[in-house]
Structure formats: C-alpha cells, structure tokens
C-alpha cells in the first residue's frame, strides 16, 4: 500500500495565474505536477474552483485534461461552488469526466462565502442571487444525483425544476462521489450529514474539528444516517521551510497574491502549516488522532514541485 494512500494535492490551477510571466501561464505544470503526483503514490490530485472573483483555469476542463493524463489518481474539486451552474450542465460534465478516467471523479462541493464583494459580483455574474447559493447548491445535489442513476428525472424543485430528464453517459461510478465542504456553519454541517459522501473542512484548530465532527454525528442521527459512512477530509495548507521566518515569509506572499487578504487574518479562517516539516508532521497527527481519515494538501509556495517533493520525502513516511 502506498505511504500516501489517504492524501491528495492541490493543483496550481490558480497559481499559474497568479504567478504568469509575459508569456501567460504555464498551463502545462498542472499537467506535470499531476503526474508526478501519481508517480509518487498519492491517491488523488483536485483543482479548486472560481469564476471571477480568484481568476483560474476552468475546473471541469482541467479535470478532464488531468483525467487523460493520468491512470490512476483520482481527480476532484476542493471545492467547486455548484450554486453557480446548472445541475444539468453539471451532472453531464461530471458524469463524461468519470467516463474519460474510467470511474476516478469526486465532486468536492461548496456553498462559498456571501461577506466580500467579489463573490457577490462573481454569482451575479451568472444570474444567481448570492443569497440563494445554500438552497441551489442542495437543490442541485438532489437533481444530479437523481440524473446519475440514469432514469427520466422529474422534479419541481424552486430553482432547477425538470420534466423527463435524461442524461447520456451516466457516470462509470454507481454516483459520482459528492465531498461536501463546511467549516463552523449550522446549515453546511447540516448539509453534510444529510447529502455527502465525505466532510471537507479547513479549520484552523483541532478543537473546532472535534465540535464540527460533533454537530455532524448529532444531525446524521436527525437525519437517520451512519455518520460512520462520512468521511472526514481535511484541507491544509502547507510551506515547508527549515527556518520558520522564510516560510512564514513566503507564505504570506502566497496568501497576498491568492486571496488578497494576508497570513495573520487568512490562517485564523484556514489552516496553515509554515515552517520545517516536523510543524507539518504534528500538525497531520494532531487530526489523525481526532478522525480526520483523508488530507488534502496546498503548497503555500510558488515552488510547487519543490514543496511536493519534500513533503513526499520528509512529511508523508511519518503520519502515513
């Protein structure tokens, strides 16, 4: 088995953006970080998601580049924002990204944020409400997975309402496996014990891991499910320096450029691992030993390669 069976990498699907020369982004170190993640071991490589508001190539297109160019890895979204798409356009992406990897797909799924500019421009962009974007992206899940199964979809839903729908090609997966991301939010923890197959979260503490987990145990049980069948994902975000100022340094520069909001305000939402790699290590441990079972893992870096070749080599043998 691999050392990194429970682990994924974050693509730079934004960073050849932000860090593009004159000659435009290298869209081709996605494609080789990709496969080198795969060489390496790693279970599964994801792409994150916006429109606007943090420019990047499109995630379903990279998805299906990557899912050409790779045999084994799994290929997901940490995390798309489905609210600003039509389930019907995006079950049938999903479902022909699943037929191109031959079953390797995850849908990982979020609400977004409503408290910036930005991101109410972004949905008003592509005609959705921001104010909506909860009640869409549940409405959506519904309807996707409704069409997965390959049966005429009828529903009157507010939002996405169908008559006789059928889609062509169904996925290679029975459903497309939906990892639903929320943070401390009563409706997306709710969200996630009733409609995901997996708990995606970036929270900056163990502790708020342990009442997040809670809360979805006791909605699970509201809702009459197992919470033993969510799986608990967490997204970190990690610079791997010996000298701890460097990384902090560096990381702060990335987070400047990736959100426009620095280190000290962005990691009290997110976290972030900056320093030599045995920060790193505990830090993994730390959620392990709280029941996170899969990690997601962003290089805080324009170095890319070089984060993931030294974690690879001096992070994963020891929480793996």
């Given amino acids: 088995m691999s050392l990194a069976n429970n682990f994924g990498v974050l693509l730079p699907t934004r960073?050849?953006?932000?860090?593009a020369g004159s000659g435009g982004p290298r869209v081709e170190l996605t494609w080789q970080m990709a496969e080198t993640a795969e060489r390496a071991g790693y279970d599964s490589v994801w792409v994150g998601d916006s429109i606007?508001?943090?420019?990047?190539?499109?995630p379903l297109t990279a998805m299906a580049a990557i899912a050409a160019r790779t045999n084994r890895v799994k290929?997901?979204?940490?995390?798309?924002?489905?609210?600003?798409?039509?389930?019907?356009?995006?079950?049938?992406?999903?479902?022909?990204?699943?037929?191109?990897?031959?079953?390797?797909?995850?849908?990982?799924?979020g609400a977004g944020r409503g408290n910036n500019r930005m991101f109410i421009d972004e949905h008003a962009a592509v005609g959705v409400p921001i104010e909506?974007?909860?009640?869409?992206?549940?409405?959506?899940?519904?309807?996707?997975?409704?069409?997965?199964?390959?049966?005429?979809?009828?529903?009157d839903g507010e939002y996405y309402p169908l008559q006789d729908v059928t889609l062509e090609p169904g996925p290679v997966q029975p459903s497309i496996p939906l990892w639903i991301s929320s943070n401390w939010v009563?409706?997306?923890?709710?969200?996630?014990?009733?409609?995901?197959?997996?708990?995606?979260?970036?929270?900056?503490?163990?502790?708020?891991?342990?009442?997040?987990?809670?809360r979805i145990e006791q909605n699970a049980g509201e809702f009459g499910r197992d919470p033993s069948t969510i799986g608990r994902?967490?997204?970190?975000?990690?610079?791997?320096?010996?000298?701890?100022?460097?990384?902090?340094?560096?990381?702060?520069?990335?987070?400047?450029?990736?959100?426009?909001?620095?280190?000290?305000?962005?990691?009290k939402q997110l976290l972030c691992v900056f320093g030599p790699p045995q920060k790193s290590i505990d830090a993994i441990k730390a959620y392990q030993d709280s029941?996170?079972?899969?990690?997601?893992?962003?290089?805080?870096?324009p170095d890319q390669m070089g984060q993931l070749a030294r974690f690879t080599e001096e992070v994963l043998p020891h929480v793996s």
């Fill in 233 to 267: 994902c967490l997204y970190i975000s990690v610079n791997l320096k010996d000298d701890t100022d460097a990384a902090l340094a560096e990381g702060d520069r990335f987070m400047q450029s990736y959100y426009s909001v620095p280190y000290d305000i962005i990691s």
């Fill in 132 to 155: 909506e974007r909860a009640p869409r992206m549940e409405e959506s899940i519904r309807v996707m997975r409704a069409l997965w199964t390959g049966e005429p979809v009828t529903s």
């Fill in 186 to 214: 009563r409706r997306g923890l709710a969200r996630v014990a009733e409609l995901g197959d997996a708990w995606i979260t970036n929270v900056p503490s163990v502790e708020l891991f342990d009442r997040c987990w809670q």
């Fill in 15 to 19: 960073g050849v953006l932000v860090y």
């Fill in 291 to 301: 029941g996170a079972d899969y990690f997601i893992v962003r290089f805080a870096s």
């Fill in 52 to 58: 606007t508001s943090k420019p990047r190539m499109e």
């Fill in 75 to 109: 290929v997901g979204t940490a995390v798309l924002l489905n609210a600003l798409r039509h389930p019907v356009h995006l079950a049938h992406s999903a479902a022909t990204i699943d037929n191109i990897s031959a079953g390797r797909t995850i849908l990982g799924l």
